[in-house]
């Protein structure tokens, strides 16, 4: 039944260091910039109604920065429905989607100004901006997904993307 009201009320999410102080590997570099407690990204919804036959859909913006010589990225969760797929598409700045399967698999894939990235069921998904300036995508999913953040907001991602040498490298979570 067509009971939709078009209307374009939104909702802003902004997640600062304190949101996820314990993501970060380097914790000695986190308790510095805890006294600062940046604003690493936010997101922003179209409100629809969060039902299978919707898609949700976001901007999201990932900020330029690093915690240590880890950059700033987002939470990263699985979906509670687990065979929910997403699609970002990038609209500014260089970065990385790093993926993680149920069954212990992990992927990187790069991200910049017009890439399309398609995130399978079953993977988790962080997105992390390797660049200069703010990395936004737009991303859009089925209403009834729902995000579950437990595992990776205990262990964090397999896969940790940092700075080296003036170079973006991806390296083991020991937590692993
Ligand atoms: C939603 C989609 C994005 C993220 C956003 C923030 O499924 O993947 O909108 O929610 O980029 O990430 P997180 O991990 O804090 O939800
Ligand atoms: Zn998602």
Redesign the pocket.
């Known amino acids: 039944m067509n009971n939709f009201k078009l209307k374009t009320e939104s909702k802003l999410?902004k997640?600062k260091l304190s949101d996820?102080s314990t993501m970060y590997l380097d914790q000695k570099a986190v308790k510095e910039v805890l006294t600062e407690d940046p604003l690493i990204?936010e997101?922003s919804?179209i409100k629809v109604p969060e039902e299978n036959g919707h898609l949700?859909h976001?901007i999201?913006k990932?900020y330029s920065g690093k915690i240590g010589s880890e950059y700033f990225m987002?939470?990263?969760?699985f979906?509670e429905v687990e065979n929910?797929a997403?699609i970002?598409f990038t609209l500014k700045g260089n970065g990385k989607l790093v993926m993680q399967a149920n069954n212990g698999d992990s992927k990187v894939i790069n991200m910049k100004k017009g890439s399309i990235s398609y995130?399978p069921p079953y993977w988790a998904?962080?997105?992390v901006n390797t660049g200069n300036e703010p990395l936004i995508?737009f991303?859009v999913?089925r209403g009834d997904?729902g995000?579950n953040?437990g595992i990776?907001e205990k262990n964090g991602m397999k896969k940790l993307i940092h700075e080296k040498n003036n170079k973006v490298v991806i390296t083991d979570n020991p937590k692993y």
């Open positions: 999410v997640r996820m990204y997101f919804t949700l976001c999201s990932i987002t939470k990263g969760h979906h929910t997403e970002y995130i998904h962080r997105t995508f991303c999913y997904a995000h953040y990776i």
